[in-house]
């Protein structure tokens, strides 16, 4: 099992520009969720989803869209990225039963110039 | 879900047992208390988790009052890749999870 993979690692773009982070499990799991973590701070729910075709906002969800058209894929898109944006972002993923947890992924270090 | 109130910061010696408390007062009786960790940069750990009884696996133990409103993560040999900010939330509904601002642990030679 690889677990949650995300790309890229890193990943600079410029003001204005859109892309698309990637993350995908390999572990079946039902619930997925992404993350940022600005520099010496907390981290912060963006969007999560319970299944294929569900998803829902969290904490910090504007300037962000996110899909789920597979159980293994969960992409986050920055529409139009912003200086703000620049953090690092987490993906996460769990069976949805209490008696597991989230398994995270390594993450994708953004800079917005 | 219940508010969790941690302390910010807590020093271990090496090879000492590390006593990582949390206080979960408004916990309701099917809200599970669950611990993850953060080591510096990379991505959160969860590492154990119980609702009543007392737990262990072989990461750490977790111990929670018999009323509930307060555990502790115990690591029993502390080293110093222990080093990290844990956090502990108790939830009952596991879609959404969301995390305080932890204590971070310094483990010291």
């Known amino acids: 099992n690889a677990g949650v993979t995300q790309t890229p690692k890193f990943q600079v773009l410029k003001t204005g520009q859109s892309m698309t982070l990637q993350c995908a499990q390999d572990?079946?799991?039902?619930?997925m969720s992404w993350y940022r973590q600005d520099p010496g701070m907390g981290l912060r729910l963006i969007h999560y989803?319970?299944?294929?075709?569900?998803?829902d906002q969290g904490e910090v969800p504007n300037g962000y869209n996110v899909s789920r058209s597979t159980t293994e894929d969960f992409p986050l898109r920055l529409l139009s990225a912003a200086p703000s944006q620049t953090s690092v972002y987490f993906c996460?993923?769990?069976?949805?039963?209490?008696?597991?947890?989230?398994?995270f992924g390594s993450g994708t270090r953004l800079t917005v110039v | 879900d219940a508010k969790t109130t941690q302390p910010p910061s807590m020093d271990c010696a090496e090879g000492r047992a590390a006593n990582l408390p949390c206080n979960h007062s408004?916990?309701?009786?099917?809200?599970?208390v669950y611990w993850y960790r953060q080591i510096h940069s990379q991505g959160p750990q969860y590492i154990i988790h119980?609702?009543?009884n007392n737990e262990t696996n072989e990461m750490a133990s977790l111990i929670i009052t018999e009323d509930r409103k307060s555990s502790t993560l115990i690591l029993p040999h502390a080293t110093l890749r222990d080093t990290a900010v844990y956090y502990c939330?108790?939830?009952?509904?596991?879609?959404?999870?969301?995390f305080g601002t932890g204590t971070r642990l310094q483990v010291f030679p």
């Open positions: 119980g609702l009543k």
């Open positions: 408004t916990i309701s009786g099917n809200e599970y």
């Open positions: 572990m079946n799991h039902e619930y």
């Open positions: 989803s319970v299944g294929a075709g569900i998803t």
């Open positions: 939330i108790a939830m009952y509904n596991t879609d959404k999870l969301i």
């Open positions: 996460a993923s769990s069976y949805g039963d209490r008696n597991y947890g989230y398994t």
